[in-house]
Structure formats: C-alpha cells, structure tokens
C-alpha cells in the first residue's frame, strides 16, 4: 500500500495531482499506513491534516478548520470569515497550485459534515490540474449504499485522478505469525478477529486465556487491569477533550504506556475512535451526563472565539441541559446553515427541537421555520413540509397576520414542490387574502408566488396579472427580491412562449439579480434558458448557457439549481443520441438527496428511456417513479417527460396497446396550453401505437408542425433530414424506419450504431416481413462498445478531423450545419478529454479508434 | 444490488482473447466494487469458431453493467435480469479441466 501511495506521489511530482481514498474497515490500520508514509515523505513535501469528527452532528468545514490552521495566507482568512464551501475549495486550489507538491491529509471522511463534502467534490474536479496528493481515509463498513460520501465518490469515479485503495485485514498466515508467542489458537484467533489489526492488538494487550467476542470486551479487559487513577483519566477523556481537562501525569503516563492512548503532535488521543467508544459505552448514564456537564462548562469558560457551537450543542444534549441546547443548538445550526452544512443544521435545528417543550408559541415558529427551510435546501421536501405547517400552526395562535401570511406562502411553495398543486394553489390565494389588508414585503412576494404557481402551469393570463400587482407594489417599496421574482416569472413565460426579445429579458434580470447580490435569482435565470429547449430542441443556443450555469451555480453553492441544469444535460445528451453521458448526468440527479421532485423527474424518465431503448432490464420501476411524481401535479412540464417516456417505453416492448393511456391526459392538457411541439410529440405516439385509426381527425391534425407531422403524413424523407439537421440521431433512424427497403438497411445500422436495441428489432422483423434477404435474426451480436463512447455520427467527425479539415468543410461534406459540427466538435473534445483538435486526433488514434479506416 | 444474466456471443476470436478479456474485466470489477460484481461466467463454444460468454452479474443498474463493459472492453449483446434461482446440482468441475 505505502508503495501504491508513493507512486501516486510520483504521478503528483510529474505535475498531476491525485485523490485517493484510503479504505478499510474500523481498525484495519488505515491511519498506521498513512503515518508511515508521512514519515518517509515529510522531508520533501509540504504536509497538511485535517480529521472529522466523529460527533452525532459534526462541526461544519471541520477537518479544513484543521488544514487552513496549517497552511495559514488566504486559506485561513477564509476560512475564519466563515467562507461557503465552494471560497474555502478556491482559496485551498490556490494553494496547492503552488510549485511545490504538498499532500493534504483528510481523516475519516465518512463523517465528514455536509460543507466538508462540497469543498472535496470541488477539489476532486479540479485536482488533476494541482501539484497535490488529498489522501482521504474512510471506513468502509460506514458506507451504507445512501450515506452522502458515497454520492460524491460517483460523481468523482469517472476521473482518472481520483483512485480508490482498498486496506485488507491482515491474512492467516499473519495472524499465525503474531500468535506465535502467545498461547492462543491461530485458527481461533483469525475466525474471531477476522484478521483486523485493531482487534488483533487489544486482544493480545489483554492478555488472559479466552479471546474475547469484540474488540470492545477487548478493550475493557485491558481497561481492567489499569490502575483506578488510570482508569478514571481514560473514562473522563472518553467524554472530555484532553484539553479542557487536568489529568495527574503519573496517570497519563500509565494510559500512554498501555497503549489506550497514543500522543499526537499537541496533545494525546485515543489510539482508535472504536477504543473510545467503547470505553465512553461503558459508562453508567448518570456519571457519563455528568462529564458532559463537566466538558459544556469548560467549553462555555473558553473566550468566545474559541467555543465551537457545535461542541457544546453535542455536550449539552449529552448533559441533558435543556437550557444550554436551547441556547448552543440553534446557534450551531445557525451557523451549520450559513456555512452550507445544511444537513447538519438540519439536525442541530432538530436537536433544539426536542429540547423545545417550553419554548414560547414565536420561538418555536422561528426554530420550525428554520428547521423547515434546511430540510428543503437537502432534499427532505416532507419534512420540510411538516415542519411548515406545524410553524404555521404557531403563527395562528400567536394572531399575527403578517407572520401567518408569509408562513402561507412558504407552505405553498413547498406544496407545489412536492407535487400538491392544487392545494399549493389554495395557500398561496390564502396568504394573498392574509396580507393584503397591510401592504408590504411579504405581500409582494405572495404575489410573486401566486405568479410563480401560475407560471409553472403554463397559464399565461394569471401569471402576468399577478406578477404585475406583484411589480407595482414591490417598485413602490423598492423592494429587489420580489421585483426580481416577479419579473423571472413574465420573463420565464415569455421563454416558453418563444416571444422574440425574451432572451434579452432573461439577460437584463440576470444582471439586475447580480447588482442585487440575489445569487439564488441569478442562478435561476440558467435554469430559464436551457430548461425549454427540449420543446423544439433548440439545443446549440441552449448549450452555451449550459456550462456557464454549471460553473454559476456549482461556485456558489447553489445546488437545486445544478440539479436542474444537470437534468438539462441528461435530457439534451439523450436527444442527441449521447446515452452513456445522459445517463451519468441523470445519475448525479437521481443519487443526490437534494435533488427536488421537477429535476428527478425528467432524470428518472431519460433513465427509463435508455434501458428501453436497450432492451435493457428494469425500465419500469424508474418510469412508475417518475409517473408517480409527476402525473397529480397538473403542470405540464412534469407530466410531458414521463408521458412520453412510458408511450415510447410500451411501444417499444410491442405493447401498443398500453399507448393510448399513457398520452391522453398530457395530450390534451398541451392541446389546452397551445404547446404544438408536445402535442406533436404525443400524438406522434399515438399514432405509432396505431391510434390513427381511432381518431383520424385529431391525428392528422394540420397544425401539428415539425418533423413530428411530416413524419405522421408519410413525409419520411423530410422527417429524417428535419431530425438530422435538429441533430437527433435516433429519430432520424426511426423516420428512416418508414422508408424504402434501402433506407430501413441504413435505419437499422443507425440504431444498431446507437446500441438501440429494441428499435432496431422492430426495424429488421419488418425487413423479413417484407422478404429482404440477410436481416438477422435480431441484432445479436452488438459491436463492442465504442472505446470513449462516440456515436456513429461523431466518427465520422472525427476521421475528417484527422484529415485536417475545418469545420465549415465537414459541415459540407457530411451535409451538416455549421452548428451541429461545432457541437460535434465539442463532443468529440469532451469524450476524448483532449483540449484541442491535435490532442484529440491524437488521442484517437491512441486508442485505435482511427486504425481500420 | 441485483443478479443479471450477461450474454456476450462470440465476442471473442479465441480462447487467449477471452482470456485477456477476463484480467480487463476482474482488475475493473474491483475498481467499480461497490456497482458491479462478477459472480461466474460459462464460455460458449461458438459454431463459427469464436468464443463467446454468459456471465452472471450482481450490480446496482443495468447502466452500472454496461459502464463496467465499456471499461474493460467487453461486448454486450443482452442484459436480462434474474428473479429466482434454482439451484439442482452444483456446477460440474470445469468442462476444459
């Protein structure tokens, strides 16, 4: 392993810098291997430590507290300014582009507070370009399939600068090799210990005949044989930090010397967090809650500066003080929350909560409301929604209006994003009646909420009616958040609408929302102008809005927002029959508890779609999800993605049948909303289901434009050059599908290219049907997949390429436009990780991707 | 995780091919642990001559399955997913030994 870590060193020292993640179960000797190798390379690299903590409810920013204590400049400043995550992530890439290569140390990850775990992500994007080596040790055992680490190492994984190292436990012939002196039965020992280093170590300290059954009655036993003094020390530092205790040295000394505790650079710990806990277990309750009493008044004793709120919230629910975690909790979450740790304010929110049993009817609104507004920043909207409504409870019996009204509104937008929107409708004209008779703040921003809900249905009249009371009043208030709110709503529907001059609406708001320091309205202008390009698939202008929202939204924390985006991307990347890519970004979606119904949605839907388009297993499971979420919501944008998923997903496994049903509803609420695109595309599959016999009229409908109608009246031709040219290489082979016998043969290597499976099936049985000679008997044998993943399409880029040619001349000998080549281009760059043309021409041939041709 | 049915037919030109593709596909499986898992796999003796596969997956999604292949270079021709086993006899020694 210390041979792994060293040439990852290397590879750092040849100026590509690495993560790795040091794995292992609890006691495997992950911190004895990092220690050694710390030792052997302090004298040529700048190291630096940090370590999370294994509280209940860690400290936010945690171990780059420890790490920027170290490095001290621009780190530490930010970091003592309470720095969001992605400033801390900025001003540490700062440092490790310097020269020298450093090796940043991050203990137990697998506790790691929210805050800690955005500021890795964003160093684990950006490491390859540092001279640095992040070490990051974790339990593998803590690692459940949902923990949020997790979340963060996908999303990481496809980097080759990230790698995972995996700590085994020591094998039989080791264990017989360390039982040798002992009395102990090898067989015995390796079946109990399972080989762990930690186990293996307590038992042989403990000495005695038996091997005990854990590693805790190991440790006991040897708790056992200290001296009382001895022992007291280590019952006492299992719940007190050493440094706010006095231990007597000659007791200090004897714990030191049994190997319970081990000295670190300022002060002494615990050899393994499992020795403590165990030690700390065994406490009885009433003297354990009173060394929390002991260490909360210690810590309340340090100057402010130096009090962590989190550390005395954790001490104060262990003393039971109702009163201290009335005053630390709300203080930690607090802070938790303003430095993005928002599931640990969550929990420190919660935390006072239980402790809140006397607390007066406005501060319990306030705690509920806060506690309400974290859980929606993580993804928990029910909880969320809970606690709203139990705030608003409060607020009526405190008979404040204006405090009920607002509370209202809130509700209301937390109904709509859990999908209620009939009652979202019915809160949010409920908070307008609340407020009106005093006309301020919160009245405006119902308003704009009323605004909002409207929008979000596609009702255009109600939308803009109430944006305007919304604008009047806010102008006259001078309020900016909810002039800005307002105007978002006008200026999305103008979007939808495709009113000339609404990009450069959506442009002003963006800026007016920049001079207003209104990040999260900023961030929203992204979402507004890529979210509707599927309608139309208006993709190359989209697109270059695409990445600078990433970059918007990701360095400012501004996570539901990236989630949309990140959607965005799914979707667009499987029109453009990029599927591997799709479903990486809608895996991202889907995997992140943040991610709010609207996103999952259309993630779970471009999932479902690819595994049919596959033939792939388990399509539906992901389709009823997005079924479920979207089908009471009324707004058609939710129901659109999952209606069309499901019709093609039955047509595809030859239940045409099951079509109809699928469509109808969304149909006829696009029919309603004038949304021709959508009403295209469901009719389309409709009529593919063979629904064009049940009602001609509807289906040959004139106003359904686009290669959706040439498609349906047989105008195939002109279907598959409209698709080619909106770049959409699967519906092209499907028009093609419709074709004469020679365009079939092309359709079915298309989609045989595209590994669609399915269609492709359906395309070479009609072959047969008609008597063509040679069609398999089903696309058996699928070429092996692509090396980097490039469609057809783009090979094709990428040998002119290699020829030499400019864009403008390819877009003219593969009949292209000038954009989809760019895009192209792009693509081709992406996949192949290249900077250039010349890197990717390289990297290509590289990998044999340009050799038989 | 879930148990899926691999079938990669004559994905491979001889035995020595398979075999390569087989360190590819072990050293990838441990790197992707936690989404993917080689249970065992049956070499098919192709008419044409070619070696082909099943193999018998755990994993978290059939997209997990097929990044696993694109990694380590091996064919997909079909995912089908398990929903029961049954269990006769155990498997015979290895037909070759």
């Keep these: 392993?210390?041979?792994?870590?060293?040439?990852?060193?290397?590879?750092?020292?040849?100026?590509?810098?690495?993560?790795?993640?040091?794995?292992?179960?609890?006691?495997?000797?992950?911190?004895?291997?990092?220690?050694?190798?710390?030792?052997?390379?302090?004298?040529?690299?700048?190291?630096?430590?940090?370590?999370?903590?294994?509280?209940?409810?860690?400290?936010?920013?945690?171990?780059?507290?420890?790490?920027?204590?170290?490095?001290?400049?621009?780190?530490?400043?930010?970091?003592?300014?309470?720095?969001?995550?992605?400033?801390?992530?900025?001003?540490?890439?700062?440092?490790?582009?310097?020269?020298?290569?450093?090796?940043?140390?991050?203990?137990?990850?697998?506790?790691?507070?929210?805050?800690?775990?955005?500021?890795?992500?964003?160093?684990?994007?950006?490491?390859?370009?540092?001279?640095?080596?992040?070490?990051?040790?974790?339990?593998s055992d803590e690692l459940t399939r949902t923990h949020p680490l997790r979340v963060v190492m996908g999303e990481l994984a496809s980097s080759s600068a990230v790698a995972r190292r995996q700590l085994a436990p020591l094998s039989l012939a080791a264990v017989t090799q360390l039982a040798r002196s002992t009395g102990f039965d090898p067989g015995a020992l390796f079946a109990r210990t399972g080989g762990n280093p930690l186990f293996l170590t307590e038992?042989?300290?403990?000495?005695?005949?038996?091997?005990?059954?854990?590693?805790?009655?190991?440790?006991?036993?040897?708790?056992?044989?200290?001296?009382?003094?001895?022992?007291?020390?280590?019952?006492?530092?299992?719940?007190?930090?050493?440094?706010?205790?006095?231990?007597?040295?000659?007791?200090?000394?004897?714990?030191?010397?049994?190997?319970?505790?081990?000295?670190?650079?300022?002060?002494?710990?615990?050899?393994?967090?499992?020795?403590?806990?165990?030690?700390?277990?065994?406490?009885?309750?009433?003297?354990?809650?009173?060394?929390?009493r002991q260490a909360l008044r210690s810590l309340e004793s340090l100057p402010a500066e130096a009090r962590d709120p989190a550390r005395l919230a954790y001490h104060a629910e262990g003393?039971?003080?109702?009163?201290?975690?009335?005053?630390?909790?709300?203080?930690?979450?607090?802070?938790?929350?303003?430095?993005?740790?928002?599931?640990?304010?969550?929990?420190?929110?919660?935390?006072?909560?239980?402790?809140?049993?006397?607390?007066?009817?406005?501060?319990?609104?306030?705690?509920?409301?806060?506690?309400?507004?974290?859980?929606?920043?993580?993804?928990?909207?029910?909880?969320?929604?809970?606690?709203?409504?139990?705030?608003?409870?409060?607020?009526?019996?405190?008979?404040?209006?204006?405090?009920?009204?607002?509370?209202?509104?809130?509700?209301?937008?937390?109904?709509?994003?859990?999908?209620?929107?009939?009652?979202?409708?019915?809160?949010?004209?409920?908070?307008?009646?609340?407020?009106?008779?005093?006309?301020?703040?919160?009245?405006?921003?119902?308003?704009?909420?009323?605004?909002?809900?409207?929008?979000?249905?596609?009702?255009?009249?109600?939308?803009?009616?109430?944006?305007?009371?919304?604008r009047a009043l806010a102008e006259q208030l001078g309020d900016d958040e909810s002039l800005v709110y307002a105007l978002g709503n006008t200026a999305q529907l103008a979007i939808i609408a495709r009113e000339p001059g609404a990009a450069e609406r959506i442009a002003e708001l963006f800026e007016r929302s920049c001079a207003a320091g209104l990040d999260e309205h900023a961030g929203r202008t992204f979402v507004m102008r890529v979210w509707w390009a599927p309608r139309g698939r208006s993709y190359a202008e989209a697109d270059e809005h695409l990445e600078e929202g990433l970059e918007y939204c990701e360095s400012r924390g501004l996570d539901l927002w990236r989630l949309?985006?990140?959607?965005?991307?799914?979707?667009?990347?499987?029109?453009?029959?990029?599927?591997?890519e799709a479903v990486n970004a809608a895996r991202l979606v889907i995997d992140d508890q943040r991610s709010s119904p609207?996103?999952?949605?259309?993630?779970?839907?471009?999932?479902?779609?690819?595994?049919?388009?596959?033939?792939?297993?388990?399509?539906?499971?992901?389709?009823?999800?997005?079924?479920?979420?979207?089908?009471?919501?009324?707004?058609?944008?939710?129901?659109?993605?999952?209606?069309?998923?499901?019709?093609?997903?039955?047509?595809?496994?030859?239940?045409?049948?099951?079509?109809?049903?699928?469509?109808?509803?969304?149909?006829?609420?696009?029919?309603?909303?004038?949304?021709?695109?959508?009403?295209?595309?469901?009719?389309?599959?409709?009529?593919?289901?063979?629904?064009?016999?049940?009602?001609?009229?509807?289906?040959?409908?004139?106003?359904?434009?686009?290669?959706?109608?040439?498609?349906?009246?047989?105008?195939?031709?002109?279907?598959?050059?409209?698709?080619?040219?909106?770049?959409?290489?699967?519906?092209?082979?499907?028009?093609?599908?419709?074709?004469?016998?020679?365009?079939?043969?092309?359709?079915?290597?298309?989609?045989t290219a595209l590994g669609a499976r399915a269609a492709a099936a359906i395309v070479a049985r009609r072959l047969r049907e008609q008597g063509a000679q040679g069609v398999p008997r089903g696309p058996r044998r699928s070429t092996r997949a692509s090396p980097a993943g490039l469609t057809a399409r783009e090979t094709d880029v990428l040998e002119l390429l290699a020829e030499g040619f400019r864009n403008a001349e390819i877009a003219e000998r593969l009949f292209l436009s000038r954009k989809t080549v760019d895009h192209h281009v792009s693509s081709i760059l992406r996949k192949l990780m290249a900077r250039s043309r010349g890197e990717a021409v390289a990297a290509a041939a590289r990998i044999g991707l340009l050799e038989d041709r | 995780m879930q148990t899926y049915v691999i079938l990669r037919r004559g994905g491979w030109q001889s035995a020595d091919d398979l075999h390569e593709a087989a360190a590819r596909s072990t050293a990838e499986g441990e790197r992707m642990g936690d989404d993917v898992r080689w249970i065992r796999s049956y070499v098919l003796a192709e008419t044409d001559g070619t070696v082909g596969t099943v193999c018998v997956y755990q994993a978290t999604s059939p997209e997990a399955i097929r990044r696993h292949a694109t990694a380590a270079d091996l064919p997909v021709d079909e995912i089908v997913k398990v929903a029961d086993t049954v269990i006769v006899r155990p498997d015979p020694a290895p037909v070759a030994a």
């Design chain 1, 1 to 139: 392993m210390r041979a792994a870590l060293a040439g990852d060193l290397e590879d750092v020292v040849a100026g590509h810098g690495r993560l790795v993640f040091l794995e292992g179960e609890a006691g495997v000797g992950k911190t004895a291997v990092l220690r050694l190798f710390l030792q052997s390379q302090k004298a040529t690299s700048r190291v630096h430590e940090g370590a999370c903590d294994p509280l209940f409810t860690p400290r936010p920013l945690g171990p780059f507290v420890d790490v920027a204590a170290s490095v001290g400049g621009e780190l530490q400043r930010v970091v003592a300014a309470d720095g969001k995550p992605y400033e801390v992530a900025t001003a540490l890439t700062h440092y490790l582009a310097g020269r020298e290569p450093t090796i940043l140390v991050l203990e137990d990850v697998h506790w790691a507070d929210e805050a800690s775990l955005d500021v890795l992500r964003l160093l684990g994007r950006r490491i390859e370009r540092l001279r640095a080596l992040v070490l990051a040790t974790l339990r």
């Design chain 1, 203 to 292: 038992v042989l300290a403990a000495g005695g005949t038996e091997i005990p059954a854990t590693v805790r009655d190991a440790v006991l036993a040897r708790v056992a044989r200290l001296t009382p003094g001895a022992r007291d020390a280590v019952e006492k530092l299992s719940v007190i930090p050493y440094e706010l205790l006095e231990v007597p040295a000659d007791d200090l000394a004897e714990c030191l010397d049994s190997g319970l505790l081990t000295p670190t650079a300022t002060a002494v710990a615990f050899r393994h967090e499992l020795t403590r806990e165990a030690i700390e277990e065994s406490l009885r309750p009433d003297s354990r809650a009173a060394l929390h």
């Design chain 1, 319 to 470: 003393a039971g003080d109702r009163g201290a975690v009335q005053i630390h909790a709300p203080r930690a979450a607090s802070r938790s929350a303003s430095l993005g740790a928002h599931r640990e304010a969550v929990a420190q929110y919660a935390r006072a909560l239980r402790f809140g049993d006397q607390l007066s009817e406005l501060a319990s609104a306030k705690l509920l409301e806060r506690l309400s507004f974290e859980c929606y920043l993580t993804g928990e909207f029910d909880r969320a929604l809970e606690a709203q409504a139990a705030a608003l409870e409060h607020r009526r019996r405190l008979g404040d209006p204006v405090g009920e009204g607002d509370a209202l509104r809130t509700y209301s937008r937390l109904l709509r994003y859990t999908g209620r929107v009939d009652e979202a409708f019915a809160a949010a004209h409920a908070a307008v009646r609340q407020l009106e008779p005093t006309p301020g703040r919160e009245l405006a921003m119902a308003y704009s909420n009323l605004s909002h809900l409207y929008m979000s249905s596609e009702d255009a009249a109600p939308t803009v009616e109430w944006a305007e009371e919304a």
């Design chain 1, 564 to 580: 949309y985006l990140l959607a965005y991307r799914a979707r667009a990347c499987l029109d453009r029959g990029i599927w591997d």
């Design chain 1, 598 to 751: 609207m996103p999952r949605i259309v993630a779970l839907s471009v999932v479902g779609l690819v595994r049919a388009r596959r033939a792939d297993p388990d399509v539906w499971p992901v389709l009823e999800e997005a079924w479920r979420l979207a089908s009471s919501t009324g707004e058609l944008q939710r129901i659109e993605p999952a209606a069309v998923a499901r019709a093609e997903a039955a047509w595809l496994e030859g239940r045409p049948e099951l079509v109809e049903a699928e469509v109808v509803a969304a149909l006829g609420l696009a029919r309603a909303r004038h949304r021709e695109w959508i009403a295209g595309e469901l009719a389309y599959w409709r009529w593919r289901a063979g629904g064009l016999d049940t009602d001609p009229e509807l289906d040959t409908h004139p106003e359904i434009e686009g290669p959706f109608g040439l498609q349906m009246s047989g105008q195939w031709e002109l279907a598959a050059a409209a698709w080619d040219e909106l770049d959409s290489p699967y519906e092209a082979a499907l028009a093609r599908a419709d074709g004469d016998e020679g365009a079939q043969r092309r359709a079915l290597d298309e989609l």
